[in-house]
């Protein structure tokens, strides 16, 4: 496996975020749908493989999955437990979210743990199975009849 099967995974994540989104039942004038419309400009600069958001994306992964509506808690879940292991696998393999950009381009930062960079690609392909999948379909359409928000990119 190579490193940048791990990177790719990396910005699949950032991808999937872009199709994530949701809203509390108050309706899109809701604080929930307010926060919503503004992640959407953040996930979509990752969706574009802008990886050097990511820090400020996950930030607001959690934030968005904690304030998310009892109806999708359950997707949210599935969805920032993915981004905690994403997390999780790149502290472990030594590298910071600033370390991605250079990643990219072929550089290996001192001190980056190749093997555990690589056990990470395993782990994100869990963010292409069905459940997954399902999850952020459901976000995504409860995003956009309530909070009004599109973030697939689509019209």
Known sequence: M?????????????????????????????????????????????????????DNAFKTF????????????????????????VEDGLEKAGIKLTDLPKIQSGQIPEGVDVSKLQSLATDLQKLSDADFEKASKAIEKHAKSECKVNLNGKS
């Open 62 to 85: 959690h934030k968005l999955a904690a304030e998310s509506p009892d109806s999708l808690q359950a997707d949210w879940k599935k969805l920032d437990n993915a981004v905690t292991t």
């Open 2 to 54: 190579k490193i940048s099967l791990a990177l790719a995974g990396v910005v699949l994540l950032g991808s999937s975020l872009a199709a994530c989104g949701g809203s509390d039942e108050g309706g899109a004038d809701s604080d929930y749908c307010k926060d919503i419309k503004t992640a959407a400009k953040t996930f979509g600069g990752l969706d574009s493989g802008d990886i050097g958001q990511l």
